[in-house]
């Protein structure tokens, strides 16, 4: 991963780590939308304007792909790069934790 990349992308905010995490398999907008209320309980919900300018960003970075079109809706799945990405803020988050209870994190 470049340092712009980097610098764009981590920390990441939470409704853009909810869209990576959720395109680890395809899916549209509007389904990334239904995964993250379920996933939350409801407490983190992403309007359109977020969703899309934020999946158009993630796909002119190279984090996501477009991979189909079904029933007008565009498939997106997750890159390698977004992998990289999506790791790289899941480590900084674990470290946060760890570093919360006391913990010391072997990098």
Do not use: W
């Amino acid at each position: 991963m470049d340092d712009r990349i980097k610098r764009i992308y981590v920390p990441m905010t939470e409704s853009g780590f909810y869209i990576l995490f959720c395109l680890k398999t395809p899916n549209h907008g509007y389904g990334v939308s239904r995964q993250v209320k379920s996933l939350t309980g409801g407490s983190v919900t992403i309007g359109a304007g977020t969703m899309y300018g934020t999946l158009s960003k993630m796909e002119q970075d190279g984090l996501i792909r477009f991979v189909s079109e079904e029933d007008k809706r565009k498939l997106y799945q997750i890159t390698e790069l977004g992998r990289e990405v999506l790791d790289a803020e899941c480590a900084r988050i674990e470290r946060l934790y760890r570093n919360s209870k006391g913990e010391k994190f072997d990098a």
